[in-house]
C-alpha cells in the first residue's frame, strides 16, 4: 500500500533573497538535527533505564530450593503469616545464599513432586540428597559431600501384626503389601525386587496412615528419619513397631542442582561456596546442631 503525501512548500513565494533563502534553509536543518538529538536522548536514556532495573536481577538471581518437612533436615511450621523454616538444610541455605551473595525461596512439597519439580527444573537446588545413579540422570551432585549414613532401612509394621519380618524373603509373604516413597534411595535389592507387592505411598505421612488404617502392612523408612518429631509421639509408639530385618549401606549426602535448571551453569561457583565453607569448618558447625557427629563427613 502507498499512501501519497502532501505537497508541502517549504519556501514561501516571499523567500527570493537568497540571503533569507538561506537562513531559512539553515533554521530548517538545525530544527530537524534538534529533534533527532532529543528523540535519540530520550531513547537511549530509557533504554538504560531498563537495564539499571534488570541488572540486580542478574546479579544477586533469586534461587529456587525443595522444602519438604522432614526433621532434623527440614523442618516447616505453620503460622498465621504463613511458613517458617528450621533444620540443617535451612541453616544451610542461608549462608550459601550468603556466601554466594544471592537470594532465595522454597517450595513446598510433598517428596515424590519434589523430584518431579527438581526434574523438570522447575526448582533450582536441594540440600542432603543421598546419591543415586537414578537421580543422577537428572541431578547434578555437587561436591564436597558433607552427610554420611549408615543408611539402615527400617520396615515398619503395626503392633498387633504378628508376622516376622526376620530376613529379606519374608517380605515375599503372600498378599504382603509393602508401602514405600517413591524416588527415595533404599538399598539396591529392595529397590530391583520385581516379586515383591509395592505401593508408593507418596510420603512418610500418608504411609503412616495407611499402615495404621490397614491398607497397607509394612512401611519401608529409615530409623534416622522416622525417629524425628512424628515417630517420638507415644500413640504412634504404641500403634507401630520396626522390624528386625534392617539392611543397612553407607551413602553419602550432596547438595544438588537440577540439570535442567538455569543454575547447573554456575555449579563450580556452588562447588567452590561448599567447599570454602566445609574448610573454614562452617560447614561442621551447621552440621553438628542438628545431626549426630557419627554422620557428618569432616
Given at each position: 500500500m502507498t499512501l501519497d503525501v502532501p505537497e508541502f512548500n517549504a519556501i514561501p513565494d516571499n523567500y527570493n533573497d537568497k540571503s533569507k533563502l538561506g537562513k531559512f534553509l539553515l533554521y530548517l536543518f538545525l530544527s530537524k538535527f534538534f529533534w533527532i538529538t532529543l528523540v535519540t536522548y530520550l531513547f537511549c536514556s530509557f533504554s538504560l533505564q531498563g537495564k539499571e532495573k534488570l541488572m540486580p536481577a542478574v546479579e544477586r538471581p533469586v534461587i529456587r530450593l525443595i522444602a519438604n518437612h522432614l526433621p532434623p533436615y527440614m523442618i516447616i511450621s505453620k503460622t498465621e503469616k504463613g511458613s517458617s523454616y528450621a533444620g540443617f538444610e535451612h541453616d544451610l541455605t542461608q549462608i550459601l545464599a550468603k556466601t554466594l551473595g544471592v537470594t532465595y525461596d522454597y517450595y513446598e512439597c510433598d517428596w515424590s513432586a519434589c523430584m518431579r519439580a527438581l526434574r523438570d527444573g522447575n526448582v533450582?537446588?536441594?540440600?542432603?540428597l543421598l546419591y543415586s545413579s537414578t537421580r543422577a540422570a537428572f541431578l547434578e551432585f555437587v561436591p564436597?559431600?558433607?552427610?554420611?549414613?549408615?543408611?539402615?532401612t527400617v520396615f515398619y509394621q503395626r503392633y498387633d501384626d504378628k508376622r516376622v519380618i526376620d530376613e529379606f524373603k519374608d517380605l515375599q509373604q503372600d498378599n504382603f503389601v509393602i508401602g514405600y516413597v517413591g524416588s527415595t534411595v533404599y538399598f539396591e535389592k529392595f529397590e530391583q525386587a520385581d516379586n515383591l507387592l509395592k505401593m508408593d505411598v507418596k510420603n512418610r505421612e500418608t504411609g503412616i496412615e495407611?499402615?495404621?488404617?490397614g491398607r497397607i502392612d509394612v512401611l519401608a523408612g529409615f530409623d534416622t528419619l522416622f525417629d524425628g518429631v512424628e515417630f517420638k509421639s507415644p500413640h504412634l509408639?504404641?500403634?507401630m513397631k520396626k522390624s528386625i530385618y534392617q539392611p543397612s549401606t553407607v551413602l553419602e549426602s550432596f547438595t544438588v542442582i537440577s540439570k535442567a535448571s538455569p543454575l547447573f551453569e554456575h555449579r563450580e561457583d556452588i562447588s567452590s561456596a561448599l567447599q570454602e565453607l566445609s574448610d573454614n569448618g562452617v560447614l561442621t558447625k551447621i552440621s553438628e546442631k542438628w545431626i549426630p557427629k557419627s554422620n557428618i563427613i569432616q
Open positions: 533450582d537446588m536441594a540440600h542432603s564436597p559431600a558433607y552427610l554420611k549414613d549408615v543408611h539402615s495407611l499402615l495404621i488404617a509408639k504404641r500403634i
